[in-house]
């Protein structure tokens, strides 16, 4: 069976650890977000990217959620001390290695879906990765700060501000010119099921809908489409996506994602929609079945990911 997955990074990992545990022999293709994607100190950073390689590495992280384990920071104390800003954001000494692997292909005119596919040479996730673009599209945050109306990219805003400035809308610097990644759109269109993982909605998903051509290949596909609530009980389970939904309308609850995302009969994306079984919600035109939804480890994410399998056929 073909399972591609839309994915952002770190509730994107999780799921995508049930999905391979669920379905070992399956051939799994993941389309993660590139839209928190940011340029530092000279490397291009790619924290979703990063965030489900690592994670389907087993090499990430665990009480942290990012980055690689037994870090150490002795290159961002050095940083620090030369005053080299940006500050606020921590690369470990193991993590800049692969940024340096990164930035190097990069450099030499690789695009990053070249790039991404030599990284996971050395991780082996399991599963094939794709960049939902190899172009530069870079959410930023229309806030206000200093008495002024900026745009602020997401990193500084999510990292420097933890989100906590009223986000007024969201932008994809450079959208007009992204294309979908090679593979991207056979992915969705010869999926035999498109998983939405339980990712941030506005800027996980929402910046890879952003890309009219992948939303298109998944409201026009052939296989069926059930997305999963990162919402249970009216807040995000992880991280802070309470903070984006009501910058673009929407309620925080399973009920309000559900609709957002819409259905697949009316120009929408959900054929199905599961909710955390305390939570209830009506969409019109998806069915939606309400199943235990915490990642408290791979099994109860590779039962999630059975439960959606089930509700696709
Ligand atoms: P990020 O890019 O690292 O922020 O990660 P994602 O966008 O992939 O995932 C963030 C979302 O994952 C948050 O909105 C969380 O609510 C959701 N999430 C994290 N853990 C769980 C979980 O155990 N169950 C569910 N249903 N959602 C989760
Ligand atoms: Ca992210």
């Known amino acids: 069976m073909r399972i591609t997955v839309l994915a952002g990074g770190i509730g994107g990992a999780r799921f995508l650890r049930g999905v391979r545990?669920?379905?070992?022999?399956?051939?799994?293709?993941?389309?993660?977000?590139?839209?928190?994607?940011?340029?530092?100190?000279?490397?291009?950073?790619c924290p979703d990217l990063?965030?489900?390689?690592?994670t389907l590495a087993d090499a990430h992280d665990h009480e942290r959620g990012w980055g690689r384990q037994q870090e150490s920071w002795r290159i961002k104390e050095e940083l620090a001390a030369y005053g080299a800003e940006p500050s606020w954001f921590g690369l470990g000494d193991l993590d800049i290695a692969t940024h340096l692997v990164?930035?190097?292909?990069?450099?030499?005119?690789?695009?990053?879906?070249?790039?991404?596919?030599?990284?996971c040479e050395r991780w082996q996730p399991g599963v094939r990765m794709l960049p939902m673009t190899d172009q530069r599209c870079e959410t930023h945050v229309i806030v206000e700060l200093d008495g002024q109306r900026k745009a602020i990219h997401f990193q500084e805003w999510w990292i420097l501000?933890?989100?906590?400035l009223p986000a007024q809308s969201f932008v994809q610097v450079g959208l007009e010119q992204a294309v979908p990644a090679?593979?991207?759109?056979?992915?969705?269109?010869?999926?035999?099921?498109?998983?939405?993982?339980?990712?941030?909605?506005?800027?996980?998903?929402?910046?890879?809908?952003?890309?009219?051509?992948?939303?298109?290949a998944i409201a026009e596909g052939p296989a069926p489409v059930i997305g999963l609530s990162?919402?249970?009980?009216?807040?995000?389970?992880?991280?802070?996506?309470?903070?984006?939904?009501?910058?673009?309308?929407v309620e925080v609850s399973a009920e309000g994602v559900g609709r957002h995302y819409g259905s697949r009969k009316d120009g929408g994306l959900l054929d199905g929609w599961l909710i955390h079984d305390t939570d209830s919600a009506t969409v019109p035109g998806v069915e939606v079945r309400a199943v235990p939804l915490y990642m408290s480890d791979d099994e109860h994410?590779?039962?999630?990911v059975r439960s959606a399998l089930e509700l696709a056929r």
């Not at 501000?161 to 906590?164: E, K, T, Y």
Request: hydrophobic fraction near 45%.
């Open 21 to 45: 545990a669920a379905r070992p022999t399956d051939d799994i293709t993941a389309i993660i977000n590139t839209g928190d994607d940011v340029t530092l100190h000279g490397l291009r950073i």
């Open 301 to 304: 994410s590779a039962a999630m």
């Open 102 to 119: 990164r930035i190097r292909m990069l450099d030499a005119g690789y695009p990053l879906s070249d790039v991404t596919a030599a990284l």
């Open 50 to 54: 990063d965030s489900v390689m690592y």
């Open 230 to 249: 990162p919402i249970i009980g009216g807040a995000p389970v992880r991280g802070m996506a309470d903070s984006c939904l009501p910058a673009i309308g």
């Open 182 to 216: 090679p593979g991207v759109i056979e992915a969705i269109t010869g999926a035999d099921v498109v998983l939405i993982a339980p990712s941030n909605p506005v800027v996980s998903i929402g910046t890879i809908l952003g890309l009219p051509d992948i939303r298109a």
């Open 161 to 164: 501000h933890r989100a906590s």
